[in-house]
């Protein structure tokens, strides 16, 4: 084992490359192509949930229509933190 390390090092060290015929080829171009596709179809999920979220001005809308009534907001969300403690 520790023959073929030091023999694939000495051949490591003889072998130059020419810096003008090295490409990254097919294979790199396939890599990039796949990180492409796959951003894309990220970004457009990104933008369907984006699309999805209330506008600014309809929380406004929600926030206000919970102010004019705070006894039964007080009560509703009362009752939701009953909701959604443990039972015993």
Same mark, same amino acid.
């Given at each position: 084992?520790?023959?073929?390390?030091?023999?694939?090092?000495? /051949?490591?060290?003889?072998? %130059?490359?020419?810096?003008?015929?090295?490409? +990254?080829?097919?294979? @790199?171009?396939?890599?990039?192509?796949?990180?492409?596709?796959? *951003?894309?179809? *990220?970004?457009?999920?990104?933008?369907?949930? /984006?699309?999805? /979220? +209330?506008? &600014?001005? &309809?929380? @406004?809308?929600?926030?206000?229509?919970?102010?004019?009534?705070?006894? &039964?907001?007080? %009560?509703?969300?009362?009752?939701?933190?009953?909701?959604?403690? +443990?039972?015993?």
């Amino acid at each position: 084992m520790n023959t073929l390390l030091t023999s694939a090092t000495v /051949l490591a060290g003889d072998f %130059q490359l020419d810096r003008d015929t090295v490409t +990254p080829g097919v294979l @790199g171009f396939l890599v990039i192509f796949a990180i492409g596709v796959g *951003l894309y179809f *990220l970004m457009r999920s990104l933008m369907g949930k /984006l699309r999805a /979220l +209330p506008r &600014d001005d &309809d929380f @406004g809308a929600g926030t206000a229509a919970s102010d004019d009534g705070s006894a &039964d907001a007080v %009560q509703a969300s009362a009752a939701a933190s009953e909701d959604s403690a +443990p039972r015993a």
